[in-house]
């Protein structure tokens, strides 16, 4: 068998615990079983490496940003095969630049576009515990690239599916998905399994167990995943392409993101295209968009608004205000005090009344909804960042998902 292992960075913040991870993978290894472990940086490296930078030039270039945060997950990886051989066991280390890990050229947040698998597949044949840094790949311009935030996710799926891994182990420091963060409603259960979609929402809309683009390409290559803590033995949970609890269960569990931001963009013309201008400005910059409303026409104009994430807010505004003109609009808006709370679950869609129900347990919380969004699998609705933890609690209550 050929197993992939990920760890984050927690599972590998001190000797200890990189002593730990190494005795875990050994056991696969000892058992005949290929293992290629992928790493983040250690700790809260990549912090202290953004906070570095920031000391010196809070403008740095996106390159030279991801040139310095590639050395973090180049320290676990060098660290994690000192320990194998300490151990007696053969390693070897590797980065995306060594392997050849080929992303698009977008600093920051590129994507994967090919692996190249001849160096992986020698070390492996010579018996060798292949470790490797997450995060990372290299451009066509031979420069360093970082996948975006819990990329090392990313890299371990991909590396699964272009070596058609037997397993796919993503450790973290929770001991699987659980129908909502348990830090907030305390009755929160573990599932034993998730479908690829179901965990596409959880990790889209504020559950950071697993980076959404790595569930994606999970999704896509049929890469099947298990998630499981590296600081205990609890079985994880299972995430597939279909799971047996599906006709079951109405919802699976709620997500919360506080990292939003709401723009209204008010009194555009009543006319077609203006939309489209007022989108495709802010896709131009790269800026995601999430919820969006518009409101019904009078006297010829009409309000747009929509929800951005918090670190895309200001370059937001900046795009609306270059081209008012443009867009028709008499003045734009904006709320930072805002999160998203989201129930999501694959039995929605062939049950009526699961939206009154959500609203009927913010109603009943007091909770004001100020947007709704809604898909085949979840219903997302913005309310005051405030009131989070009381909506989660809420209406995690009233879908019976507890313990």
């Known amino acids: 068998m050929l197993i992939v292992k990920k760890f984050g960075g927690s599972s590998v913040a001190d000797k200890e615990r990189i002593f730990n991870v190494a005795s875990r993978c050994l056991e696969d290894y000892n058992k005949g079983h290929d293992v290629v472990v992928v790493l983040s940086a250690m700790g809260k490296t990549t912090d202290h490496l953004l906070a ?16 310095l945060l590639t050395t973090g997950e180049q320290v676990s990886v060098a660290l994690m095969c000192m320990a194998f051989q300490a151990l007696g066991v053969q390693a070897i280390s590797l980065n995306a630049w060594q392997i050849g890990m080929h992303t698009t050229s977008v600093y920051g947040s590129a994507k994967l576009k090919r692996i190249e698998t001849e160096r992986l597949r020698r070390e492996l044949e010579m018996r060798k515990i292949v470790v490797v840094t997450g995060f990372q790949g290299i451009s066509k311009y031979d420069d360093y690239t970082t996948l975006g935030r819990g990329g090392s996710d990313t890299t371990a799926v991909a590396l699964a599916a272009v070596l058609h891994a037997d397993a796919c182990e993503i450790y973290t420091d929770v001991d699987g998905v659980y129908t909502a963060d348990p830090r907030i409603v305390p009755n929160a259960r573990k599932m034993a399994e998730v479908t690829y979609d179901e965990m596409l929402d959880f990790a889209s809309l504020g559950a950071k167990v697993l980076h959404n683009r790595s569930v994606e390409m999970a999704k896509k290559y049929g890469v099947q995943l298990v998630v499981r803590s590296s600081l205990t033995r609890a079985e994880g949970t ?3 392409e279909e799971t047996k609890k599906m006709e079951k269960m109405l919802v699976s569990g709620v997500a919360a993101d506080k990292n939003t931001a709401r723009i209204s963009v008010l009194g555009v013309k009543d006319e077609p295209g203006i939309a489209f201008r007022v989108f495709d400005y802010l896709s131009a910059k790269n800026i995601n968009v999430d919820i969006i409303l518009q409101s019904v026409g009078r006297d010829g104009t009409k309000d747009i608004s929509f929800t951005v994430s918090r670190e895309d807010l200001k370059e937001a505004l900046h795009t609306i205000h270059e081209n008012m003109d443009s867009i028709t609009a008499k003045g734009v808006e904006y ?4 999160a998203k709370v989201s129930i999501i679950g694959a039995g929605m869609t062939s049950n009526p009344g699961v939206a009154a129900k959500m609203f009927e347990a913010l109603y009943s919380a007091g909770i004001n909804i100020k947007m709704i969004s809604t898909s085949e699998i979840r219903i997302t609705v913005l309310i005051d960042e405030a009131d989070v933890n009381g909506a989660m609690r809420s209406v995690h209550d009233a879908f019976g998902l507890g313990n």
């Open 52 to 67: 570095q930078a920031k000391d010196i030039n809070p403008l740095a270039s996106k390159r030279e940003i991801d040139m």
């Open 335 to 338: 709320e930072e005090n805002v």
């Open 238 to 240: 299972i995430v597939k």
